[in-house]
């Protein structure tokens, strides 16, 4: 996304913020959460929707990032509980700034100019609500080296039994001039395990109690992989 939209997008979030701080609600602009795989729910119109349900923090903040020290404002929120022991000294002493344990999954989203986020503070999901939109971002699905067909989607050869080339990829290049194949030609190779982010995913439901964020649709990735998840 280029600066222009990122500004605009990011503005409206925090116009949205600052809507519910006058209400008296403090509400999340961005979260980590873990996927846990998909079912389906009854809207109150009795239309069955397709969810993904994710659990949703909490989450701390590890880290802010300010434009005196880095040069950006930013915030560091880490998820996800993880045994002493198997952390290293400098991931240690990394939370114990923030008052807390050693966590798995560490991410850093922007943040806007109005928003006050402290050290240590403590992001769940009740900072969201049904009907919101958020982008969601993850890493999809790896798929091992694919053909042209699977990966690109391409017809294949002729069906006859003699043409030795049902799923062939075809020509590539050039004989004579320039004698090369040319960046960025469709070939087989590595497939999936792409950062592949959804925009205007709709929240269906949120349950505080259990930490848990309902939304419409299929995500990337598979079952417990890391998702972020940020306020359109």
């Not at 600052?18 to 239309?47: N, P, Y």
């Amino acid at each position: 996304m280029n600066a222009v939209l990122w500004e605009a997008s990011h503005t409206a979030a925090f116009r949205v913020l600052q809507t519910a701080r006058k209400k008296g609600k403090e509400m999340a602009t961005a979260i980590l959460g873990r996927k846990l795989g998909m079912t389906q729910v009854w809207s109150d119109d009795d239309r069955l929707i397709p969810v993904t349900v994710i659990e949703a923090g909490p989450c701390v903040v590890s880290q802010v990032r300010t434009d005196a020290r880095d040069g950006y404002r930013a915030v560091q929120l880490a998820f996800g509980d993880v045994k002493e022991s198997r952390a290293n000294k400098p991931m240690t002493g990394h939370f114990a700034k923030a008052g807390t344990t050693p966590k798995r999954f560490v991410a850093e989203v922007p943040m806007g100019d109005g928003e006050d986020v402290k050290l240590g503070q403590s992001v769940t999901v009740d900072g969201f609500e049904a009907g919101q939109s958020v982008h969601i971002t993850g890493t999809s699905k790896g798929k091992g080296f694919a053909g042209v067909m699977k990966r690109h989607n391409f017809r294949g050869g002729p069906g006859g039994h003699g043409s030795h080339a049902h799923r062939e990829p075809g020509s590539v290049g050039q004989c004579a001039t320039p004698s090369r194949v040319f960046r960025g030609v469709r070939m087989p190779g590595h497939m999936g395990g792409d950062t592949v982010t959804i925009r205007n995913v709709q929240v269906v439901r949120v349950d505080a109690e259990q930490n848990l964020m309902l939304v419409k649709g299929a995500v990337p990735g598979g079952k417990d992989s890391l998702l972020t998840i940020r306020l359109a």
